[in-house]
């Protein structure tokens, strides 16, 4: 026979059954077409490819069923839908025709009707199952049993009981193929015998589900009861008041299931012990801290960007790269919200430069709570992790102490001072941190007094420190470290004319017609009165000055109303501090350096002595070892450029060469004085002067190569300060000429330099002077 082919992805015909069929093909809908039209039947296979669009006789399953259509009703989506009534199995021998559908060649297989012993006695075996099946299973209508029954063939038997279930769609299509009718039927006995087994242990988990329920609801209305009965008799007890409020709570705290399956477990301990046991208050302790901790609730963030911008700005000057990273963050967190993990910041910078107000900054800039905690001097553990309860007076640690604080799970957390962290018997507090500050593992943090994990991964955590080197190396690999470097001289005024003065007349309610500061008085405030690398001091000595007018003010006196340069002496007394400046006229033998200090840079003359001896040098001004050996490779390097330098070699071998690094009190240590002890030995060498307004950075090698060095800012802004005209600095650093301010740069020459030759060139006039040499002598 040769009939019209409807070929099925996902759906499979029985013989003697009727089963909607879909088509959406225009093969396939052709071929109902074709078949309805004619009043003919078609086969209905299913394809062993289910994404195959073009099908060949391999990627069809051998056995179909020849069926009728006894209805089509078309889809607006363009589906074609067709009720077919499956008529007999037939076996597929040839793919005849593709177009306009599909036509193949079949031969018709017959089923036999006979019903051995064996094989009736496997049909009554299979309704029997049936039965159970249809009784245990709410999908299986009652009267499928009855349609059952009435399929007096075993093949119609097996055939409708695998089209009743829900079964892979391999094992229908392995039943369709099975061509003896008692081995098909012992196909579908097994997968019946499976299918009752399912049912009976669903049946089994649903009876004991529903006598749970029914018990629980059963007690909820006994409870109900003896509560009405307890109120009518005046009677409340006020424990259990007090333990169906905490169950009530914990309800509604939106804790995670295994921590409140927890508390609940420790909620009907404190019901069945008695109230005078002295336990109850150490469980009524640990659940008032489950309740009481934030476990779903959050502050929304303020992600505009500008806002955030505007806020960072308004609270402090300068500070460009942490300002930059947190509005890179809060952009990320406008485009993958959900995805991107909290940074955990560690600020690094002196004291006095913003880091603590900078986190208050962040938090209100995201619209985030801001909690803060110092770890200075912590030296236990517990402080960070709690103890456990089996302590008397035992409590959690100050991490989910400061969580409750909050409120909230994505607080700004700063932990202070986490340089300044101690260790000892009792435990290292760094290394619980660790978990802490870990993205990786925060998500379930472990505090040993609730026992229960809780989520810190929406937490901002921000940690500061004055230097980097204490901190553990795991613990620093964990963080992103930002530098807060101290303030310029410039940033200092700003922040003095924009910041502080305000504060502080707001402080002692003065206003801005009864003082005011002019420039050059806050600059010299800033050079002669403070030293330091951020502002507190300088807030401190406007603070004097503000006091002074106030008790003016409230004394019935007229303060004069501008603070200048001339009057500040009367405020604040004499000069404190003394920076570097200038020499007055060219020296033979000092050469003028930079240096980049905590407090931000300074200038510094470098001398150098000679005197008769036997070839010694002498290191003064508590020197660091790199940077006397800075100073022996500068010796090394003059000598071995005697010759050029119009030396005589032995010359070296009859004096004693001193240099001197002034300031002897403060520790001095780095490369970067290189060149500048090398132009000053050479110039006390060839007793050629180094000109005055020369000042210099870089480091030396034994060949005379001039190394890049650090702190650039900070030491130009110091020689600018200090009156320097001419600033030689290794060609390699001509890069961070950018970071200096703009009217800085016009005022200052500077001078790239590759070769200690180029230095002597600018420094003392000549590369190779042809001098007379020093015979000896101090002179």
């Known amino acids: 026979m040769e009939l019209p082919l409807l070929p099925t992805r996902r759906a499979l015909l029985f013989p003697r059954l009727v089963s909607p069929l879909f088509a959406r093909r225009q093969r396939s809908v052709r071929a109902i077409e074709e078949a309805a039209e004619h009043d003919s039947s078609l086969v209905v296979v299913l394809q062993k490819d289910v994404e195959a669009t073009e099908l060949t006789l391999e990627s069809l399953h051998p056995i179909g069923t020849e069926a009728t259509i006894t209805r089509v009703l078309k889809m607006p989506d363009g589906i074609t839908q067709i009720w077919a009534q499956g008529e007999r199995r037939v076996k597929i021998v040839a793919l005849e025709a593709k177009y306009p559908y599909y036509t193949v060649k079949v031969i018709p297989i017959a089923e036999p009707e006979d019903k051995p012993m064996p094989t009736e006695a496997l049909m009554r075996t299979v309704l029997a199952l049936f039965e159970k099946c249809v009784r245990l299973s709410p999908r299986l209508p009652d009267d499928a049993y009855v349609a059952a029954m009435n399929a007096n063939l075993p093949g119609w038997l097996a055939d409708f009981i695998a089209s009743s279930f829900e079964i892979p769609l391999a094992e229908r299509q392995a039943i369709l193929e099975t061509l003896d009718p008692h081995e098909r039927l012992q196909r579908v006995s097994i997968v019946l015998a499976k299918e009752v087994e399912m049912l009976e242990l669903q049946s089994k988990i649903h009876t004991q589900v529903q006598e749970k329920v029914e018990k629980s609801q059963r007690e909820y209305f006994l409870r109900e009861q003896l509560k009405a009965i307890q109120k009518e008799l005046g009677e409340v007890d006020p424990f259990l008041g007090e333990v169906e409020k905490l169950k009530e709570k914990i309800q509604t705290t939106g804790m995670p299931e295994m921590v409140m399956k927890k508390a609940l477990e420790e909620v009907d301990r404190l019901a069945a012990m008695p109230t005078a046991s002295p336990e ?66 560690c600020f690094v910078g002196a004291p006095g430069v913003g880091k603590t107000s900078l986190g208050r900054s962040i938090a209100q800039a995201l ?5 803060r905690i110092s770890l200075g001097g912590i030296r236990d553990e517990a402080e960070i992790r709690g103890h456990r309860r089996t302590y008397i007076g035992a409590l959690p640690g100050r991490i989910l102490q400061t969580m409750r604080t909050a409120g909230t799970i994505n607080p700004v957390f700063m932990l202070d001072e986490i340089d300044k962290v101690g260790t000892d018997f009792r435990g290292d507090p760094s290394s619980a941190l660790l978990e802490v500050l870990d993205p990786e593992q925060n998500y379930s943090f472990s505090d040993h007094y609730l026992d229960v994990p809780y989520n810190l991964s929406k937490v901002m955590f921000i940690t500061t420190a004055n230097i980097l080197d204490p901190i553990l190396p795991a613990l620093r690999d964990r963080m992103e470290v930002i530098e807060l470097p101290g303030y310029i001289e410039e940033e200092k005024l700003a922040i003095a004319q924009h910041f502080l003065v305000p504060k502080q007349l707001a402080e002692h309610g003065l206003r801005g017609e009864q003082l005011r500061f002019s420039e050059g008085a806050l600059r010299r405030i800033i050079r002669e009165y403070t030293r330091e690398a951020g502002v507190r001091n300088l807030e401190r000595e406007i603070g004097t000055i503000c006091r002074k007018v106030a008790r003016m003010v409230a004394q019935g006196e007229k303060p004069s109303g501008l603070v200048t340069q001339q009057s500040l002496a009367g405020y604040l007394g004499p000069q404190k501090f003394f920076w570097g400046s200038a020499e007055e006229r060219d020296e033979v033998g000092v050469a003028m350096g930079v240096a980049r200090t905590e407090m931000g840079g300074d200038v510094l003359g470098i001398e150098v002595t000679l005197m008769e001896g036997k070839g010694n040098l002498i290191l003064t001004g508590q020197l660091g070892e790199v940077m ?33 690094v002034p300031a002897g009190a403060i520790p001095k240590d780095g490369p970067s004085a290189g060149i500048t002890m090398a132009t000053a030995l050479i110039s006390a060498l060839t007793r050629r002067p180094v000109f005055k307004d020369v000042a210099m950075t870089g480091e030396i090698t034994l060949r005379g190569r001039v190394l890049p060095v650090g702190g650039l800012k900070e030491k130009i802004l110091a020689a600018h300060r200090a009156g320097i005209k001419t600033f030689i600095l290794p060609h390699k650093n001509t890069k961070d000429i950018e970071e200096i301010p703009k009217d800085v740069r016009r005022q200052l020459r500077f001078v790239f330099v590759q070769h200690m030759g180029e230095v002597l060139t600018t420094a003392l006039g000549t590369a190779t002077p042809s001098l007379k040499a020093v015979s000896g002598g101090s002179k």
């Open 280 to 345: 109850t208050s150490v469980i009524r302790t640990y659940l008032d801290w489950l309740t009481t901790l934030p476990w779903e609730k959050e502050t929304e963030d303020n992600l505009d960007i500008k806002r955030a911008a505007q806020v960072l700005d308004e609270n402090h000057h300068g500070l460009t790269k942490v300002k930059e990273r947190i509005l890179e963050y809060m952009a990320v967190r406008q485009l993958a919200a959900g995805k991107l993990r909290s940074p955990i910041l």
């Open 628 to 660: 006397r050996e800075s100073a022996q490779a500068a010796l090394s390097y003059a000598r071995s450029r005697a010759g050029e330098l119009g030396l005589k070699p032995r010359l070296f071998d009859s004096i004693d060469i001193h240099i001197h």
């Open 367 to 371: 619209g985030r709570t801001f909690v």
